[in-house]
């Protein structure tokens, strides 16, 4: 019995032999390919960071390179000629830019290269709104009260990342207008956020004393 018992283990371990040689044969390929595509996704993966790696190395010395320039237009000059080549570096160009365009004296061109930040739709919100809210301080002289109250309300939508700075300026319009009350409503409740900082607070604060105001006792905020 024993000598059989081996002879079906030996005839029954070359059979499951025969049908991996002929699944191998049939189906290594898949295999072949997998590591195949397994080597060449890594080897992209390694292009491609290197390739980024580059491209930032080298507007990183384009901007330093431009903003070495002790003049500030022609700093700004250096700056435009840089062609990011990804969205976040166009849109730090652009803020860079508009910063030498405004010591140059060139005020709307500092506007517009905000603007163009602005409305970058592949940049994250918090970039965009930034710029927008930049470009509106430097037009606080220039474009007409109502458009800034609508472009300040758009910051100050619920959620958005720059919603109380944004109150504190739509409180400062309606100073401007001779309406004091909004903005004295509009600083308590701002003072009274969960989310306002200390240096914002006290200013709403300081605004309301000269407002002729007087601060409301803080709520104490929960979490």
Known sequence: ???????????????????????????GWVGVLAVALIVGGAAFNEYRKSRDTARAQDLGDSILAALSENDSEARAA???????????????????????????????EAVNSLNAVAVQGDLPEIYRAIASFKALLL????????????????????????????EEQLALIDVSEG?????????????????????LQQRAAQLIVALGGEPEPLVAQQG
């Open 1 to 27: 019995m024993s000598d059989t018992d081996s002879f079906i283990d030996e005839v029954t371990e070359e059979v499951r032999r025969d049908r991996m040689y002929l699944l191998l044969r049939r189906w």
């Open 78 to 108: 250096g700056l435009r000629e840089i062609e990011a080549q990804s969205p976040g570096g166009n849109a730090v160009v652009n803020m860079l830019l508009s910063a030498s365009q405004l010591e140059a004296g060139s005020r709307e």
């Open 139 to 166: 037009q606080s002289d220039t474009l007409p009260a109502a458009d800034r109250r609508q472009q300040f309300e758009a910051l100050a939508a619920p959620g958005a990342p720059l919603r109380l700075l944004a």
């Open 179 to 199: 309406n004091v009350d909004a903005a004295l409503d509009r600083l308590q409740a701002l003072r009274q956020d969960a989310e306002v900082g200390i240096d």
